[in-house]
């Protein structure tokens, strides 16, 4: 149980063009999403957190015009890195928290498998 | 001071020692302790999830919550060369929303 994927796996992309990365909880609902991006031998930083049905909170110095992030359903939230530039080739991760009937929930997050984004 | 100190690393250890990685934290609202295991270039794997102060077992794992002292800890039993990973703590306040925290990993390699 509590699987995460994301899609696609690794992407190319020229500079300026718009590329979108989705996650889904497989086996579990999942009220709260983050998206995490991580730099060779760097930990993880947090980018956003992402409720089902409302506007992401995006932390400081990210933006989030750049960084366009829907989560419509319980089972899936996208990114979007817009006009994508050699800058933000990283490896993105999503990450779930599933959420239990009644609003209570968990503070165990299950992560994607990652995606890797190169921008040429 | 940062909110999780944790030593990079690396360590390098031989098969079948035992290997003992903490985290230090700095926030006493902090509740959930989580370690997870990432794999170059593959997302992090939960691998022990514990709660307030205590032990919890699980295999050749152990982690160890001590919250007088704010210092948390993963023992692995028996390191064999497939535990050559990154280790990473997380933690979080009590509330359904709050991101967790990470630290920053350490990098151990188990030596055949």
């Known amino acids: 149980g509590a699987v995460v994927s994301q899609h696609p796996s690794w992407v190319i992309c020229k500079s300026g063009t718009s590329v979108k990365i989705e996650c889904r909880s497989l086996d579990f609902q999942a009220t709260t999403m983050f998206w995490y991006r991580q730099f060779p031998k760097q930990s993880l930083m947090l980018m956003a957190t992402s409720n089902e049905g409302s506007k992401a909170t995006y932390e400081q110095g990210v933006e989030k015009d750049k960084f366009l992030i829907n989560h419509a359903s319980l089972t899936l939230s996208t990114l979007t890195v817009t006009s994508a530039h050699p800058e933000d080739s990283s490896f993105y991760i999503c990450?779930?928290?599933?959420?239990?009937?009644?609003?209570?929930?968990?503070?165990?997050?299950?992560f994607g498998p990652g995606t890797r984004l190169t921008v040429l | 001071q940062k909110e999780v100190e944790q030593d990079p690393g690396p360590l390098s250890v031989p098969e079948g020692a035992i290997v003992s990685l903490n985290c230090t934290y700095s926030?006493?609202?902090?509740?959930?302790f989580m370690w997870y295991r990432q794999y170059s270039r593959k997302g992090p794997e939960l691998l022990m999830y514990t709660y307030s102060s205590g032990n919890k077992e699980d295999g050749r794992f152990t982690a160890q919550v001590d919250k007088s002292s704010k210092y948390i800890s993963l023992f692995i039993r028996d390191s064999q060369p497939s535990d050559s990973a990154t280790y990473l703590c997380?933690?979080?306040?009590?509330?359904?929303?709050?991101?967790?925290?990470f630290g920053k990993g350490t990098r151990l390699s188990v030596i055949a």
């Open positions: 997380a933690m979080s306040a009590k509330s359904g929303n709050t991101p967790l925290v």
């Open positions: 926030n006493s609202a902090f509740q959930y």
């Open positions: 990450s779930a928290r599933p959420g239990l009937a009644g609003g209570g929930g968990t503070d165990t997050q299950y």
